[in-house]
């Protein structure tokens, strides 16, 4: 009978940000349709041109989705009975926007949007700009501690480990974690108070080796 060793090996990183990923959501209001579009499309040049001044260019801001939708508003009637009632469109324009991590830089963009007017709502989150480079890290982690703990097993139960015979790995681990913050321009534009955790993340696979 073949004697193997099966181990599985785990592979973690702490490691500290690199990248600021801000998504801004820009929210139009208007009972007609080709207002609410105007006003979209005003608060989008405004956001646009402050960043513009805070030194971001305008290829940078990309957009992640724009979305129409209608408005209903559940009024009574003279007999108490509630109703439906239309009361305008709503146009969401989310976008992205991508740079190191600079606090900085990033708080000149937060006052740079508080002052545009446009009043956008987005979220921070700060991450690892090479996550592949992560994950071949966390990988090769993975197989080194695999290899120790199973030369461990094998000399205490008096053998030695002989050829690999399989590697057993199945993609489903998240990429590496990212931390962030919720917020409104104007209920925030001094970036001094935020302080980025470390990015933690893990990747395992198993490991079969021959017994001699």
């Known amino acids: 009978m073949e004697r193997t ?9 702490s490691l500290p940000p690199d990248t600021i990923q801000m998504h801004l959501t820009l929210t139009a209001k208007h009972p007609e349709y080709a207002a609410a579009m105007q006003e979209a499309d005003r ?10 001044d805070a030194g971001i260019p305008a290829e940078q801001l990309r957009t992640e989705h724009y979305h129409v ?4 508003q559940h009024l009574p009637d003279e007999n108490g009975n509630y109703r439906q009632v239309f009361t305008g469109y709503i146009c969401r324009h989310t976008l992205m926007l991508e740079l190191e991590l600079d606090l900085k830089q990033l708080g000149r963009i937060l006052s ?12 921070i989150a700060f991450t690892l700009r090479d996550q592949d480079a992560v994950h071949e890290k966390l990988l090769k982690l993975a197989a080194e501690q695999a290899r120790r703990d199973a030369e461990i097993l094998a000399s205490a139960a008096g053998a030695s480990l002989g050829s690999l015979v399989a590697v057993r790995y199945r993609d489903d681990t998240p990429q590496p974690a990212a931390g962030g913050v919720m917020l409104r321009a104007a209920k925030m534009c001094d970036a001094a108070a935020i302080t980025p955790e470390k990015i933690t993340s893990e990747e395992s696979a198993g490991f079969v080796w021959e017994l001699i």
Request: charged share 20%; glycine share 14%.
């Open 5 to 13: 060793i099966t181990v599985t090996g785990t592979g973690r990183l």
């Open 43 to 52: 608060r989008f040049a405004a956001l646009q041109t402050a960043l513009g």
């Open 69 to 72: 939708d209608t408005e209903y």
């Open 112 to 123: 740079a949007a508080e002052q545009s007017g446009a009043e956008p709502e987005f979220g």
